[in-house]
C-alpha cells in the first residue's frame, strides 16, 4: 500500500470506549434533548427535501447564529462539530511547518491537527498548577513567528478559565490570527465574542456538542471576520453539513433558552461534587468552569481501573506529560455523581 507520508505515524485520538454503565469520559451531557426541542426537532424531520442539496438550511442556521451576535452570516462558518472546524483553521494556516501555538495541557487534538497540517505546533505551558501564563504565551506566540495561535478558555481538561480581559491582552500583543475554542464556554459564562468587532485577527469556535447535548449530530461554528471566514472555507468540500443536522441544530438554537436550568444543574452538580471530592484524603480537584472536573490521586491508573470494575468510563490520561495521574471526569445525572464520589471514597479508604 502507498499511504500519504507520515500517514501511520499520525498520532490518534486516544479513547476507550465500551457500553458503559455510567459514561462521563467525553464531557457530553447525560441527558437527551429537552422534551419540547426533541418534540419540534422529530417535526421539523418529517418535512426535510431529502433531493436537495442543504443550501437554504445552512443559511438559515448560520444567520440565527449571526444575528444572536450582532454579526452577519458572512461571519459564521459551520463545521461537523467544532472538530472540524479547528481543523480546517489548522490546515488554513499550517503548512510549510509553519508554527501553531497552543498550551500545554489543554485539548490533545491540537497536536494532531498540527501534525495533519504539517505545522510545527508549539506549546505554551500552563503553570504548576495549571493555570494559564499569558505573558508565557504571548512570548511563545512573538518568538516563534506564529501562524496561529489557539486558546482552549475554559480549558479542556483543566477546567480552568481566563477572564475576557486576558484574552483581549493577549489579542493585543500578538499579530497572528487567534482562535479560542470556547466549546465549554456555556458552563462559564464570559465569551470573549463582544471583542470580535474590535479586533479582526479574533476567531471564536464553540460547538453544540457539550451544553446543548447535540454531540451525534456533529454541529460547531467559527465566528470571525468576513476574509477569514472565506480563506478558511475554501478548505471545505460544498454542502459539508447534512440537513439532518443543520435543521436540528437551528431549532436547538432557536429554543436554547430551553437549556439554561439543566446548564445550571450541571454547575451546581459540579460544584457538589468538587467540594465532595475535595474532602477525600489524596484527592485533588482541581478549579473547573466547565462541566468536568479534574481530579489528581496517588495513582490514577489504579482508580481508573476501580472506575471500570464498576463500569464507569472515566478519560484517564495514563502517563500523558502533565496529566500524569489525573482523570477527568464529566457530570452526569445526581445519582451518576454519586456513585462516582462513592468509588473515589472507597479507592482512597483502599476499600474498593
Ligand atoms: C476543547 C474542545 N474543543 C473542541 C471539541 C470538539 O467538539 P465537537 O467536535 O463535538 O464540537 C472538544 C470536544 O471534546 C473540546 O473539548
Redesign the pocket.
Given at each position: 500500500m502507498n499511504y500519504r507520508t507520515g500517514l501511520s505515524e499520525r498520532p490518534q485520538y486516544d479513547v476507550v470506549e465500551k457500553p458503559w454503565c455510567i459514561k462521563v469520559n467525553?464531557?457530553e451531557t447525560n441527558m437527551n434533548l429537552p422534551p419540547l426541542v426533541f418534540e419540534r426537532v422529530m417535526s421539523r424531520l418529517s418535512h426535510v427535501a431529502f433531493n436537495r442539496y442543504p443550501n437554504e438550511e445552512e443559511d438559515f442556521l448560520k444567520e440565527a447564529i449571526a444575528k444572536s451576535y450582532s454579526l452577519t452570516k458572512q461571519n459564521v462558518l459551520l463545521?461537523?462539530?467544532?472538530?472540524?472546524?479547528?481543523e480546517k483553521l489548522f490546515y488554513s494556516f499550517g503548512g510549510d511547518d509553519k508554527a501553531i501555538v497552543y498550551p500545554m495541557p489543554?485539548?490533545s487534538?491540537y497536536r494532531i491537527y498540527a501534525y495533519a497540517a504539517d505545522a510545527k505546533g508549539v506549546v505554551a505551558p500552563l503553570k504548576e498548577d495549571y493555570s494559564f501564563d499569558a505573558e508565557e504565551f504571548i512570548e511563545t506566540v512573538n518568538k516563534n513567528n506564529t501562524s496561529l495561535a489557539v486558546l482552549?478558555n475554559p480549558?479542556?481538561?483543566t477546567g480552568g478559565a481566563v477572564p475576557v480581559e486576558t484574552v483581549e491582552h493577549i489579542v493585543k500583543n500578538i499579530s497572528c490570527p487567534f482562535l479560542v475554542?470556547e466549546?465549554?464556554m456555556e458552563f462559564y459564562g464570559k465569551s470573549a465574542t463582544p471583542l470580535l468587532k474590535k479586533y479582526p485577527n479574533l476567531l471564536i469556535?464553540r460547538?453544540?456538542?457539550?451544553a446543548y447535548g447535540l454531540?451525534a449530530a456533529?454541529?460547531?461554528y467559527l465566528l470571525a471576520d468576513e476574509k477569514i471566514i472565506d480563506m478558511v472555507s475554501r478548505s471545505f468540500m460544498p454542502y459539508h453539513m447534512n440537513v439532518l443536522s443543520l435543521v436540528t441544530a437551528d431549532i436547538v438554537y432557536q429554543m436554547r433558552h430551553e437549556y439554561e436550568p439543566r446548564i445550571a444543574m450541571i454547575i451546581s452538580e459540579r460544584k457538589r461534587v468538587a467540594a465532595e471530592l475535595a474532602k477525600i484524603d489524596g484527592i485533588k480537584v482541581y478549579p473547573s468552569e466547565t462541566n468536568f472536573l479534574l481530579v489528581k490521586c496517588g495513582n490514577g491508573e489504579a482508580l481508573n481501573e476501580a472506575f471500570v470494575r464498576k463500569n464507569i468510563g472515566v478519560r484517564s490520561f495514563g502517563k500523558a506529560k502533565n496529566l500524569e495521574n489525573c482523570l477527568r471526569i464529566s457530570m452526569g445525572l445526581r445519582e451518576e455523581n454519586d456513585e462516582i464520589i462513592d468509588v473515589i471514597k472507597l479507592f482512597s479508604e483502599g476499600r474498593d
Open positions: 467525553a464531557n463545521g461537523g462539530g467544532s472538530s472540524e472546524i479547528i489543554s485539548f487534538m482552549c480549558n479542556n481538561p475554542d466549546a465549554y469556535a460547538t453544540f456538542s457539550k454531540a456533529r454541529v460547531g
